[in-house]
């Protein structure tokens, strides 16, 4: 379907009927704050230029665009591109849009960035970005995943970060969530909340697409100046939907190129341990804005799962539910072990070892490529490198 010819967000931040700021009204007026310091700077030569350095000569931008030949060759079908997001700086697309919060909370002359991590993954990422800018950062993680993630932990403290261990419910996620918020609450003027991915309350989907942008404006150019054509399919993984908005911006126009977003179907969709919020979800409310959501009967969000720690999450972006009803794009789902398989055969192919969350984009592209014919290409966005993942991979599949 052709897209609407009106900008997204609106000016409330919706996305059709998505987004939005579902929060109290003094922190409502904090983020307008930062939506109003983000207008401002967006566009100024200085920012940009800033910006645009870094990702040069930080981050290590473009990252490649490379044809996965044998990976191709097994599949048996159409050429599969990967874009290598994997070698940026800190190993991921993360980095992406923490550079961009990082720069703007200098801007606004915040003291202290804060924020939540699951695995480790944004709190690595944000602790990185703030050591460069030089702006103290605190994050809150789960007790039980501090226990679990010690590689990304003792980054996190070598880098300096103010590691706030949560042991309040079941110490993981939405407790670190809980934890941070509060904090955040306390002293929203001098602080300022650095969410991970393309949600929460405006402005930060927008925000944070935008900072993304850039992995779909390198690949379509490198795309058409090494294959002389657009992709005909583009795909990433969607947790919370940060890396595949950012693939998937630049070609939203482009009526010919197919989007397809790939949820975690973990043990499969006909039992309960799975994140697949798009394929399976409902409309509902969720860490401040309206989106699709995996929820009960009252509104409480379930619990959900997967092998990849960064797709776990019941909500998703809401530019993606907007794209999702006007079938812009499609959803489906890989599941664990299918995540594996790619996980394996990337590795194995290519010398190319995988996040998790990256390779159920692999596995989704090896199931299409089968079915089109070698004259079609398929772009993946390689959303991060899987070292994190090595030892958990190699346990489980006893290597
Ligand atoms: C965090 C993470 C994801 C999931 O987040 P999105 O916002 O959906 O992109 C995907 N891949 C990697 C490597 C990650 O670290």
Redesign the pocket.
Known sequence: MKMPQIPMPDADGYFGQYGGQIIPPALKQVMDEIAAAYYEIRDTPVFQNELRELQRHYIGRPSPLFHARRLSEKAGGARILLKREDLNHTG???INHCIGEALLAKHMGKKKVLAETGAG??GVALATACALVGIPCEIHMGQVDIEKEHPNVTKMKILGCDLIPVTRGTATLKDAVDSAFEEYLKDPVNSIYAI???VGPHPFPMMVRDFQQIVGEEAREQCLAQERALPDVIT?????????MGLFTAFLDDEGVRIVGVEPAGKGLDTPDHAATMALGTPGELHGFKCYTLQDAQGNPLPVYSI?S??DYPAV?PQHCFLKDIERVEYTTATDDECLDAFMTLSRLEGIIP?L??AHAVAYAMRAAAEMSPDKTILVNL??RGDKDADFVAERLSL
């Open positions: 991921a697309h993360k993954q944004h991970g991915s393309v990433a993984c969607v947790g919370g939907g940060s890396n595949a990849a960064g797709l972006g996040a969350e990256s959303s991060g």
